[in-house]
């Protein structure tokens, strides 16, 4: 049986719009909320805000994701149509172009020339797509999974705050809520860095301190409005 390594690259599409959903979700819903709290709020009216964040906030993640991956995919698309384009009018200079890279990769010219025609024999436009364009088929453009993958996280990271704000005492609502959010988000961090092979401390670190920006803000924007209005 052959042997198949899998490498922490071939997560990069869908690891990223979860990790950002989710994180997307925390902050900004618990942002909301905290600031809505500030300003005296009551449960009822805080619940509301968090519940109109969170479904705005995964619409918008899902649109936003679409669109931005969609871009990227036409891209790819249209580089592979030119390059359809070239291989089947200027098949000797796509040839020459593919013997080339190999010679820089640092194969023998003669060695650089066997492989571009044995795999323009056996597959031309994968050829070109992987080792000219740097296109594969684990890192391609998936605007459907992408959208998906960010409005369900999202949705998952904003029901945090949501129900904290169920669970906790009328009193402490913005202490609950950024205490709760601040340990997600510690844990979405480390866990987020462990499936990418990176440092877990430095993960939790990166969205902690955001987080912790974010809610100051929202905090300090809620208190003075609150003071003015009320």
């Not at 936003?64 to 698309?77: N, R």
């Not at 795999?119 to 740097?134: N, Q």
């Not at 088929?137 to 992408?146: G, H, S, T």
């Amino acid at each position: 049986m052959a042997h198949r390594e899998r490498h922490r690259s071939e997560r990069i599409g869908w690891l990223r719009a979860a990790v950002l959903g989710a994180n997307d979700g925390i902050v900004s819903t618990a942002s909301l909320v905290v600031g809505v709290a500030a300003a005296d709020a009551t449960r009822q009216d805080v619940l509301i805000a968090g519940v109109a964040g969170l479904v705005a906030g995964a619409l918008s993640m899902a649109a936003g994701e679409y669109v931005s991956v969609s871009s990227q995919a036409d891209t790819e698309h249209a580089d592979l149509k030119r390059e359809r384009h070239e291989l089947a009018t200027q098949p000797e200079a796509e040839e020459d172009e593919l013997t080339g890279i190999y010679v820089r990769r640092g194969l023998e010219p003669a060695l650089a020339r066997t492989v571009a025609r044995q795999l323009t024999a056996s597959g031309a436009l994968a050829a070109h797509a992987r080792d000219e364009l740097g296109l594969t088929e684990e890192l391609a453009a998936r605007p459907l999974q992408a959208a998906l993958a960010s409005a369900a996280t999202f949705a998952v990271g904003a029901g945090v705050p949501v129900l904290t704000i169920l669970l906790a005492p009328a009193t402490a609502l913005s202490v609950a809520v950024a205490a709760v959010s601040l340990v997600c988000l510690v844990a979405l961090g480390a866990t987020a860095a462990y499936i990418g092979g990176a440092p877990m401390s430095v993960g939790a670190a990166r969205v902690t301190v955001w987080g912790v920006l974010a809610m100051l803000a929202t905090a300090a924007v809620g208190r003075l409005f609150g003071a003015v209005i009320g």
